[in-house]
């Protein structure tokens, strides 16, 4: 036995055995990569607002046209990732729970808004929106114009949020065992209650998640919602097209000044979204023991 190397086994390593290089490569290779992707241009965009004075940058950001923007951005993101959020769950419940003719194909129709470009997505809205298109002129009928007002914004956003809703809770309904439902059942709870008390605390975390990635994606949606905007000033204009107009009129300051509120208040709501999910799932945690 002398003089013959022993393996060292597994338990007794100081170290576990890593086929991926060193902590210290790897977290210099990602600081670097996100440094030059997201920091970077970030900083960029802070930078080039530091010109503005003071004075200038809130009577660029505060004028009444900046502020009319902002509330119709993020308040009809608002709406339209409310709307995902409950319409896209019961999509995803439907398509998880349910056994449909031709379901592999309305699986697949969920990610057509992913492929989809967004002018395309845009210019197929407003034909059908408008007060000449099939659901438009049934509309214009009835009194509501839906192309070219504020209501054809949240309708693009809908458009364009659905499948992140959908594919943010359908894994988590996949998960879901239907022996918890049969057992809560046979206990004596009715369907609401069975929904409220033992599917909703489980789905709740994956319904803010899919809030949220939905509201991130329709305040910053810009190509769909254009060509069914109508674009007017104070009315149907969005922060996006805000942004375009300012650097067309070369005032390229105040663009990143808009830019910079929109980046803070998107980062903000995000901040506080993901602080709602940890509690919810903080909370949903006791009830699922």
């Known amino acids: 036995m002398t003089g013959t190397l022993l393996p060292i086994p597994r338990a ?20 670097f990569y ?11 965009l802070f930078l080039k607002t530091f010109t503005l004075s003071w004075s200038e940058f809130t009577q660029t950001v505060f004028s009444q046209r900046v502020l009319a923007a902002f509330r119709l951005t993020f308040g009809a993101a608002l709406i339209a990732a409310a709307i995902n959020t409950v319409f896209g769950g019961i999509v995803a419940w439907t398509l998880v729970r349910y056994r449909l003719p031709g379901k592999k194909l309305i699986d697949a129709m969920v990610d057509l808004p992913f492929a989809l470009p967004t002018a395309v997505a845009g210019i197929a809205l407003t034909a059908l929106y408008a007060p000449n ?10 009194g509501i114009k839906a192309a070219f007002t504020p209501t054809g914004i949240v309708i693009a ?8 809703v959908v594919r943010t809770v359908q894994p988590v309904l996949e998960e879901h065992e239907p022996e918890i439902e049969e057992a809560s059942a046979s206990l004596g709870a009715s369907r609401l209650q069975t929904f409220i008390r033992v599917i909703f605390p489980s789905l709740l975390p994956a319904l803010i998640t899919g809030f ?10 810009y190509g ?3 060509f069914i905007a109508g674009n007017m000033p104070m009315v149907s204009e969005i922060v996006p ?29 995000l901040l506080a979204i993901n ?8 909370r949903a945690q006791p009830l699922r023991s």
């Open 12 to 31: 007794q390593r100081a170290t576990p055995f890593r086929v991926l290089p060193g902590f210290r490569l790897t977290l210099g290779f990602t600081l």
């Open 34 to 44: 996100l440094c030059l992707i997201v920091l970077i241009p970030l900083s960029a």
């Open 133 to 142: 298109g099939a659901i438009g002129h049934g509309l214009h009928a009835l």
């Open 157 to 164: 956003l809908v458009f364009i949020g659905l499948p992140f």
């Open 212 to 221: 949220a990635l939905a509201f991130a994606r329709a305040a910053g949606e």
């Open 224 to 226: 769909s919602v254009i």
């Open 241 to 269: 097209l805000l942004i375009v107009t300012k650097l067309e009129q070369y005032d390229y300051a105040g663009a990143t000044a808009i830019a910079t509120v929109m980046l803070c208040a998107s980062f903000a709501l």
């Open 275 to 282: 602080l709602l999910q940890a509690w919810a799932r903080r």
